[in-house]
């Protein structure tokens, strides 16, 4: 089953286009470039790209940006931070950090969409300090440790 809320989002350029589903069950939402011109990235650059918009997630969710599959296998182009975090206290504009991992130069025009946006809910810890943690098998080993 799926869960809707509803996320105020505010247009910052009149030719933003608000964040769509491909389908009934998509978990992520298409974001689009909002560009006055085609964007160039060469190969190896990173370009901050805008998508004109702004928005206001419920408190407890946190939108999570990700490459769209297509766009990262076939062009190479995918977010420099790999998953891109919204707060939701943040209201300024939402941008793409894309970077270029191919070998030639990538255009993004107005209007592409560039990365999805999936909303989900998160839980905050509260850190505290301990003298001891438990003891389990696997222990300090980590970096591929349990891998064979």
Do not use: W
Not at 38 to 67: F, S
């Amino acid at each position: 089953m799926v869960t809707h809320i509803p996320v105020q989002v505010k247009k910052l350029n009149e030719h933003a286009i608000l964040p769509t589903y491909g389908s009934a069950n998509a978990a992520g939402a298409d974001l689009y470039a909002c560009a006055d011109s085609e964007i160039t990235i060469e190969p190896g650059d990173t370009y901050l790209v805008k998508t004109g918009l702004a928005m206001e997630l419920p408190e407890g969710y946190a939108g999570l940006i990700y490459a769209r599959s297509g766009l990262a296998t076939k062009r190479g182009l995918a977010p420099a931070n790999k998953v891109g975090v919204i707060d939701s206290d943040y209201r300024g504009e939402i941008m793409v950090a894309l970077h270029n991992h191919g070998k030639e130069a990538q255009t993004i025009a107005h209007g592409e969409r560039i990365a999805q946006l999936v909303v989900t809910p998160y839980i905050a810890a509260d850190f505290e300090v301990a003298d001891e943690l438990s003891d389990t098998v696997r222990g300090e080993g980590g970096f591929g440790s349990t891998g064979k």
